[in-house]
């Protein structure tokens, strides 16, 4: 059975930098891509980052500005996502994803099969 566990959310103060880490059980993804997607308070999920498989190739939304940064070690099956420069309108509920096929638009939630549960990551002044 595939799991894919989050960790690393909780409650910053702007301007901070939190560090989320997602792990996959159950198959490896390491040809893959896998993303982060986010869901704020009373908003639909949107996409923030996304690294292709072997390649390693990224895609951030717009919203990142530099800030994020996504990165992957496949010998752990992990993917992480450095987050910089946080901003009140980061906080949300941050969702990891995992693909299972191969080439797929990153940006869609479409294009993932797994998901992990979320983890919370608030902003506070």
């Known amino acids: 059975q595939v799991q894919l566990v989050e960790s690393g959310g909780g409650l910053v103060q702007a301007g901070g930098s939190l560090r989320l880490s997602c792990a996959a059980s159950g198959r490896t993804f390491s040809n893959y891509p896998m993303g982060w997607f986010r869901q704020p308070p009373g908003k639909e999920r949107e996409f923030v980052a996304a690294i292709s498989g072997s390649a390693g190739v990224t895609i951030y939304a717009e919203f990142t500005k530099g800030r994020f940064t996504i990165s992957r070690d496949n010998a752990k099956n992990t993917v992480y996502l450095q987050m910089n420069s946080l901003k009140l309108e980061d906080t949300a509920v941050y969702y990891c994803?995992?693909?299972?096929?191969?080439?797929?638009?990153?940006?869609?939630?479409?294009?993932?099969?797994?998901w992990g549960q979320g983890t919370q990551v608030t902003v506070s002044s």
């Open positions: 994803a995992a693909g299972s096929r191969y080439p797929v638009p990153l940006r869609k939630e479409s294009s993932y099969d797994y």
